[in-house]
Each structure stands twice: as C-alpha cells, then as structure tokens.
C-alpha cells in the first residue's frame, strides 16, 4: 500500500507542476501555484523519507522510551511527577488545539468550492482532457476532487 501513496503523490504533484506550467502568464495565480507545489513537495519528500528509515526511527523512539521510563530515586520524585505531568497535559493540549485547526483548514479549504457557484477545484492544476470541467465530466469531476 506504500506504493499506492507513493503513486498518489507523484500524479498529485505532476498534477499540481502542470498548473504551474500553464500559469505562466498571471503572476498571481503563478505565485499561488508555486507556493502550493513547494509545500506539496514537502509533504511528498518527508513521507517518503519517513518510509525509508521507519525502523531506525523505531530504535530511536526504542532508545527514548526506555529513558523516559527511569523513576528518579529521591525527595524531588513529586516535584519530577508534578512536571511530567504537566509538560504531559500542555503537550496535549496544544495537540488538540494544533489537530482542530487544520482540520479546520482543511474542512474549508476542501468545502470552499461547495459554497461557489464556479465550482472549481480547491487547486489549481491542469488534468488531461479537462476532466476537471464538471460540464463535461462530471463523473471525472467528483472523483478527482
């Protein structure tokens, strides 16, 4: 199934080079595509980074654990547990609020199309064909967005 991401990527990321290509003449829309293929090359370079050296960051994570795991033998042991604990909750709390925005983000971004009449994709990019033209492929449409 990795392959199947990796695939996905890379047809979403030539996808979104396209639109860059075809952008050329508005500096706007150049700059926004630009942008949104940078970051997406990212994202594609770290997960794929991740699924080459997910073991050595299981050793890593092994390694971590076991000293995380070590109870300190003295008077500060509450002061110590008071700590983690705290450091434990701001950690989640800031996860929470960190996972409800860009979920946020991502619910708007996605839905925005929804809400207009033009009904565009949320990125620019060029398909083969036009299938992303829901007057001419609407079956195309729904599934690419």
């Given at each position: ?104 983000f991502c619910g ?22 036009q299938l992303d ?13």
């Amino acid at each position: 199934w990795h392959y199947f991401v990796y695939f996905q990527c890379i047809f979403c990321f030539f996808s979104l080079i396209s639109g860059v290509f075809a952008s050329f003449g508005d500096l706007v829309n150049l700059g926004r595509d630009l942008v949104f293929s940078i970051t997406f090359l990212f994202i594609m370079l770290r997960i794929v980074f991740f699924g080459f050296y997910a073991d050595d960051f299981d050793e890593v994570l092994g390694a971590l654990e076991e000293l995380h795991r070590r109870e300190p033998i003295s008077s500060a042991a509450e002061e110590v547990a008071a700590t983690k604990r705290f450091h434990f909750l701001a950690l989640s709390a800031m996860l929470t609020l960190w996972t409800s925005s860009i979920g946020a983000f991502c619910g708007i971004k996605i839905s925005t199309p929804l809400w207009m009449e033009s009904q565009l994709l949320p990125f620019h990019v060029v398909w083969p064909y036009q299938l992303d033209d829901p007057s001419k492929h609407l079956i195309c449409h729904v599934i690419i967005y």
